[in-house]
C-alpha cells in the first residue's frame, strides 16, 4: 500500500533537519549514477549523496539528529539503510531509472518479507518528483513522507524549478 504523509515532521524538527542539511558544513560525496550501478540515457547524471546507514549499520555521525525522529513516528522494527540525496538542476526533468532500493541484508532476502518498506521524505517542494511503476508521480512537497513497499519499481524525476532538491530515503522492517 502506497502511503503519503503531509506535515510528517513538527515544525521545529522539520526545519532543523533542514538547516543541517542545507548548511555549507554537511558533507555529500559524488555518485555516478542517480541509481547504484544503473545507466540512463543522461550522460550528466550524477548524485550528491550522503550515506546515514548501510546494510543495517549506521555510517555517519549526522545519523541520530536527522534519522531518529522518523524512527519515532513510524512502526519500524529494524532500519535497513538511510540515505540524503542531494539533486541539483539540470534544467530537464531527467528520470532515474527504476529500481527497488535494497534487495538483501545480512540477514537473508528482505523481499520475502512482507514488512520491507521504503520512505522518502522531502524536505523541500519543488516540480521534482517519485514515480512508483503503474502508479502516478508523487510530488516532492515540503514535510511530505511517502511510503511504500520495498518491492515496487521506483524512480525519481529531477526539478528544474528550484537550484536543489533534498531528500531523505530510507529503507526498514516493519513492527
Same mark, same amino acid.
Given at each position: 500500500m502506497i502511503q503519503i504523509k503531509k506535515n510528517f515532521l513538527s515544525s521545529k524538527e522539520h526545519k532543523d533537519s533542514l538547516q543541517i542539511i542545507s548548511g555549507n558544513m554537511f558533507p555529500y560525496y559524488s555518485m555516478p549514477y542517480q541509481t547504484k550501478d544503473i545507466k540512463t540515457k543522461n550522460k550528466q547524471e550524477h548524485l550528491l549523496q550522503h550515506i546515514l546507514m548501510k546494510d543495517e549499520q549506521i555510517n555517519s555521525d549526522w545519523f541520530e539528529k536527522i534519522v531518529i525522529p522518523? $524512527?519515532?513516528?513510524?512502526?519500524?522494527?529494524?532500519?535497513?539503510? +538511510?540515505?540524503?540525496?542531494?539533486?541539483?538542476?539540470?534544467?530537464?526533468?531527467?528520470?532515474?531509472?527504476?529500481?527497488?532500493?535494497?534487495?538483501? $541484508?545480512?540477514?537473508?532476502?528482505?523481499?520475502?518479507?512482507?514488512? +520491507?518498506?521504503?520512505a522518502v521524505y522531502y524536505f523541500n517542494t519543488c516540480n521534482g518528483a517519485t514515480e512508483i511503476k503503474g502508479h502516478k508521480k508523487i510530488k516532492s512537497v515540503k514535510n511530505q513522507l511517502l511510503i511504500f513497499p520495498s518491492k515496487l519499481l521506483h524512480r525519481g524525476i529531477q526539478q528544474t524549478d528550484t537550484v536543489f532538491r533534498w531528500v531523505l530515503n530510507f529503507g526498514y522492517m516493519s513492527k
Open positions: 522518523f $524512527t519515532l513516528k513510524l512502526p519500524i522494527e529494524k532500519m535497513i539503510y +538511510a540515505r540524503l540525496n542531494l539533486i541539483v538542476n539540470q534544467n530537464k526533468p531527467y528520470a532515474s531509472a527504476w529500481h527497488t532500493d535494497f534487495k538483501t $541484508t545480512s540477514s537473508g532476502n528482505v523481499f520475502l518479507e512482507k514488512k +520491507a518498506t521504503t
